[in-house]
């Protein structure tokens, strides 16, 4: 006779939970697939690196028969994803360009548009947001502009792992989730440790730039990179910037700007 408080694996319960198992096998195996062939993979770096926190929220959302050609005819050429298992060669994959680093795209309108005012910077954007991944290539293909890179995945890997010390020209850092719960502020990407990080990658003289419409997330922008040894305000009086002409206005810029929002920019050079 069975025993009701251990059951056999004949029994209803046991069944059941071999039956989660089951389900809960099926679904990690669908994350980790990509959603389209030869297009960006679902999760690059695997179980390659530790486990962390994240400053971002990976989420899916319906990508658009547009979207979805640019990725299939434009990842190969354009596209990488951030394993973490090789050191890229930025000046070959960028032709020569000085490049700039930036975290977090969105939808790639401001990309695009700073890309092709600028063809003689390169830009490597970084995000984990596959509709934005193919808007962004799709606006790149549409305006002529061969100056954008679009890396898929956590740019922290990205950094640590596969740029060589003073790669990079710049970094930008536009509208980042401001994860407004303070028990939440841990996940903010802008804090000393990046920082840290994030000057061994930039050469002496390379931009940091940051924009915010959530004055306290601007607040500790501007708080962590005046402490930061290695990083000068470029404002004489130690403050916020006023908006570069480099930097586009966004729609989603101008829709809190029309509620009322306060946009900081916060510009920092490497010493």
């Known amino acids: 006779m069975s025993d009701p408080v251990n059951p056999t694996p004949e029994t209803p319960d046991a069944d ?3 039956r989660r198992a089951a389900s809960f096998e099926r679904q990690r195996r669908l994350r980790q697939e990509p959603r389209f062939p030869g297009g960006p ?5 695997g179980s390659h690196h530790e486990r962390r926190i994240r400053s971002f929220q990976p989420r899916r959302s319906r990508v658009t028969a547009g979207q979805e050609d640019a990725l299939q005819r434009l990842w190969p050429k354009w596209g990488l994803d951030i394993d973490g298992r090789a050191v890229l060669d930025l000046p070959t994959l960028f032709d020569g360009l000085p490049v700039v680093l930036e975290i977090g795209f969105g939808m790639g309108e401001a990309t695009a548009q ?4 600028d063809p003689d910077t390169g830009i490597l954007a970084v995000d984990v947001h596959t509709p934005g991944q193919g808007n962004l290539l799709g606006l790149a293909d549409r305006a002529g502009v061969s100056n954008v890179r679009v890396a898929n995945g956590d740019a922290i890997i990205l950094l640590r792992e596969m740029l060589e010390p003073d ?7 536009y509208f980042p989730d401001p994860w407004p719960k303070k028990r939440h502020h ?8 990046f920082l840290d990080l994030v000057a061994r990658r930039l050469k002496p003289g390379a931009v940091v730039h940051c924009a915010t419409d959530w004055e ?5 922008m501007l708080e962590v990179l ?8 470029t404002q004489a009086d130690g403050g916020y910037a006023p908006r570069p002409a480099f930097r586009p206005l966004t729609r989603f810029e101008g829709q809190g700007l029309d509620k009322g929002h306060v946009v900081h ?7």
């Not at 700073?114 to 005012?117: F, I, K, L, T, Y």
């Not at 306290?216 to 500790?220: D, L, N, S, T, V």
């Not at 920019?265 to 010493?271: G, H, I, S």
Request: net charge negative.
């Open 265 to 271: 920019d916060v510009l920092f050079t490497r010493r």
């Open 41 to 45: 993979a679902a999760d690059p770096a």
């Open 226 to 233: 005046t402490a930061h040894p290695l990083f000068e305000n």
């Open 186 to 193: 841990k996940r903010r990407l802008i804090q000393p440790e």
């Open 216 to 220: 306290p997330y601007a607040e500790q």
């Open 16 to 18: 059941a939970a071999a």
């Open 114 to 117: 700073m890309a092709a005012d």
């Open 167 to 173: 790669a990079l020209d710049g970094l930008r850092v």
